[in-house]
């Protein structure tokens, strides 16, 4: 389960004081046993929903909560708590803590630990909806935003005080995955993408100018109103995808089957359900240069989906016949004369791996495949890294494991060169 971007890490995870703090105790088992170094400061209200003994057990170091403490002081020092760590890790991030972000309070152990910092910060907001969507947190979080803060989340859906909409924390692994991306990428971009950030960091890169078009995901082929076919395909590698290519410079379109994943920063995404949705939207989006088909598009679909529920019956068991989805990425291989100039796919095998890639690379006529093994036990689907082949006319390069973002980060770097030389 270690992961190659979060194994020799060092976290400061700052809890702050929400009903999502249990959560953080989650995020702290999920980044030690992906190898990461956790240290955890905790604010006075944190300490009113989780306790500081847990959080000490789960990340294996005392947790510091009192900036005028003397002896943890001088075990180690605000500012070296910061200096010690790669990444901090805000979460949750309630509206309070953002707020003194914001404004440069320092007036405890957490917001003098975050304005004593020039490391970067990922914030994972959690707070009632209202708080959310109030003018004067929106503010802030423009103002973090501008300053280089990156954040994952809030999600959106019902909340422990019982309204429904967007305050709820991203969930841990969504969490890990930011933190990666975080750990992994050199520029940070503001969620909404856009401006230049006041680090100096430009969103201009080797894609500026050029329209990216990404699939991810899987997508849900409906039996009826109730039931689907689908697979376990995260999504994390199409949005790592997206977020890479956007941090390149790129304007990105997404276009998304059903995942529990946030908006990657500084891509649009459009959300489907079915193959022949995520057809139709893609196409919609062209023209564009790149077109990267990393969905695991649904092979079939029920012929004729159910308007209404199936029911048990002395009929039995219904028998379902199926029809092959339209092939999205050989559609837009083959569009004319709006192909985009490069085009990426994603060849899942279990065995023969880049021999089966070499075929599809032809026979769907694109540029680039990247050829990876699902077999049982390789953990690609739903898991956190990649291993990759990558296919091409003039030959095939085989990559070392490596997260996901680092696997979209080469990528995009790979076919930007291509882009470049063509
Ligand atoms: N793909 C697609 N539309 C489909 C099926 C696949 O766009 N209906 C794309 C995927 O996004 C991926 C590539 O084709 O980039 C290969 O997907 P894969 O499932 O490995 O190949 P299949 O074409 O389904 O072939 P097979 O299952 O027979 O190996």
Sequence with gaps: MTSLVLSASRILLIIGGGVAAYKSLELIRRLRERGAQVRVVMTAAAQQFVSSLSAAALSGAAVRDDLFSLVEEAEMGHIELSRAADLIVVAPATADLLARMAQGIAND???????????????????????????????NVATLRADGVAFVGPDEGEMACGEFGPGRMAEPLAIVAAIERALTRSTIIPLSGGSPLSNGSPSRGPLTGKHVVVTAGPTFEPIDPVRFIGN??????GYALAEAAAAAGARVTLISGPVGLPDPPGASVIRVETARQMLAAALAALPADVFIGAAAVADWRV??????????????????????????????????????????????ETENVVENAKRKLS????????????????????????????????????????SKPEVADKLIEFVAARMGSA
């Design 303 to 348: 012929e004729a989906a159910s308007d209404q529920k199936l029911k048990k019956d002395a009929r039995g068991a219904p028998s379902l016949s199926l029809v092959e989805n339209p092939d999205i990425l050989a559609q837009i291989a083959a569009t004319s004369p709006t192909r985009p100039r490069f085009v990426a796919g994603f060849a899942a």
């Design 109 to 139: 152990l957490a917001s003098t630990t975050l304005l004593a910092t020039d490391k970067r910060v990922l914030a994972a907001p959690a707070m009632n909806v209202r708080m959310w969507l109030h003018p004067a947190t929106q503010r």
């Design 232 to 237: 376990r395909s995260s999504g994390l590698q």
């Design 363 to 402: 026979r769907k006529g694109c540029d680039l495949i990247v050829a990876n093994s699902v077999a049982d036990g390789s953990g690609v689907f739903g898991g956190a890294d990649n291993e990759v082949h990558i296919v091409t006319a003039s030959g095939v390069e085989s990559w070392r494991r490596m």
